[in-house]
């Protein structure tokens, strides 16, 4: 939940015991402070370990106890992964974690002792003071069906790098021992050229076999209506071939290899989109939103791996917030700057809301005349990527009021609430 500053404020009062927690690898640092900012006991360290745990929560109970205050906040900066655990522990506790923007810390450091000194210590203190003006967020700690589909897209995304890894060293390979392979098959993935270089097929093997057995290999193993004239192709470029002569056995075993993990990402990749669809279409409205032509469900997937349960949330803006895709101003006077994203937020939320935009302007009617106007517009039109973003933005509101109502969508209602935009195209 994001609440507003009068709101956060409103949380904290005088029975309130804020506790700001400096969060590193193997050992944490808390110090607690009242709603004035005065200290109310000395530092605690703790280990990033149960027992560690056990001992804040003690310490943060036993002190509430004994100054009167029966509301406790506990914050830390979301440093990394490590923070995570003690977020989770709390929660399961019954208390409500609080972060606190790493940035705010740093240019707050130096209120209190005029100095730029750091260390956990005063990290801890200063994480408390920023607290203690209502400079915190309730961050979202996924759990069910959210939790299982972040897991599952961070799978994929380590997925996709052995995969782009595996690409690499292939062609790094082809243009060492084969270089004009690429000439005759345009994508080394496909069933013919995967299937010459699972068998370790270089120039010298492809000259030493006839074009009739080799035909009838492919035939058999591949494809029956393999044409002669790819054949032909590939043996000629064989003979002609300027690719490396030295260390052929090697290679050989080195490409056997890369073909074989390639199969086998593959495999995992297409297991686990599998999995990731059955987990997505049991969230309310997911199953709406994959029938927009141009939506696929590894989009939505990610959406709502990063966005989480939309009832979080009470405005598509406070998702537009996290995605880093607000607006920032630069204006003083009579001096008005050039209006950029702020892009503080979730980066793999703004790349998969870009990467659906593209798709969706090339398949679904609807969003191409939206993408027409946003850039062919008289008054500020945008650039191609700009227009994307823009869709991208419109993309979380229409998800959000889907799942929020759990209704399909209507392309036509969707231009007609953009402002201008009706009557020019009731006039069209």
């Given amino acids: 939940m994001d609440f507003t500053q009068n ?4 949380q904290i009062s005088g029975q309130t015991l804020i506790v700001g927690v400096d969060i590193a690898k193997k050992k944490h640092v808390a ?3 009242d709603d004035r900012g005065i200290d109310l006991a000395k530092r605690l360290v703790f280990n990033n370990s149960l027992e560690g ?9 036993a002190l509430a106890g004994k100054t009167n205050r029966s509301h406790i906040m506990i914050g830390t900066e979301p440093t990394g992964h490590y923070w995570l655990n003690l977020a989770y522990y709390l929660k399961n506790q019954g208390l409500t974690p609080l972060v606190v923007n790493p940035m705010k810390v740093k240019r707050s450091k130096e209120l209190d002792d005029d100095s730029p000194t750091k260390n956990d210590t005063k990290d801890a203190k200063v994480i408390a003071q920023v607290i203690r003006h209502g400079r915190y967020h309730e961050p979202t700690l996924p759990e069910g069906v959210y939790a299982e589909l972040r897991e599952g897209m961070k799978l994929y995304d380590i997925i996709q790098e052995d995969l782009s890894s595996i690409k690499a060293q292939v062609h790094n390979f082809l243009d060492r021992y084969f270089p004009e392979f690429g000439q005759v098959f345009k994508d080394w993935t496909k069933k013919t050229a995967f299937y010459f270089l699972k068998q370790g097929y270089l120039p010298g093997d492809l000259n030493q076999k006839g074009e009739e057995k080799l035909l009838y290999e492919l035939k058999t193993n591949v494809y029956k209506g393999t044409p002669r004239s790819k054949v032909q192709a590939i043996k000629e470029m064989a003979t002609s071939s300027v690719g490396m002569t030295t260390g052929l056995s090697m290679a050989r075993q080195e490409l056997r290899y890369l073909t074989d993990q ?19 279409l049991q969230i309310p409205g997911a199953q709406l939103m994959i029938a927009i032509k141009g939506v696929g469900p590894m989009g939505v997937a990610g959406f709502f791996a990063e966005v989480g349960n939309l009832n979080n949330y009470r405005d598509p803006r406070q998702i537009i917030k996290l995605a880093g895709l607000n ?6 006077g009579k001096f008005k700057g050039q209006t950029t994203l702020t892009k503080r937020g979730r980066r793999r939320l703004r790349a998969i809301l870009y990467n659906m935009a593209r ?10 005349v939206l993408y027409n106007y946003l850039t062919n517009r008289s008054i500020n039109p945008l650039a191609g990527k700009q227009a994307y973003i823009a869709i991208g933005r419109k993309l979380i509101k229409i998800f959000f009021m889907m ?3 759990n209704c399909p969508f209507e392309g036509e209602r969707m231009l007609q609430d953009i402002p201008h935009f009706s009557d020019r195209h009731e006039a069209a």
């Fill in 53 to 61: 745990f056990q001992a804040l929560y003690r310490w943060a109970i």
């Fill in 403 to 405: 799942g929020k109502r």
């Fill in 327 to 332: 607006l920032m101003m630069n204006q003083s």
């Fill in 7 to 10: 709101e956060r404020l409103s």
């Fill in 262 to 280: 390639y199969e086998r990402i593959q495999e995992c990749l297409e297991e686990l989109e599998e999995k990731t669809e059955e987990l997505v």
């Fill in 359 to 368: 798709p969706l302007v090339q398949n679904n009617s609807f969003f191409q």
């Fill in 31 to 33: 110090r607690a402070i």
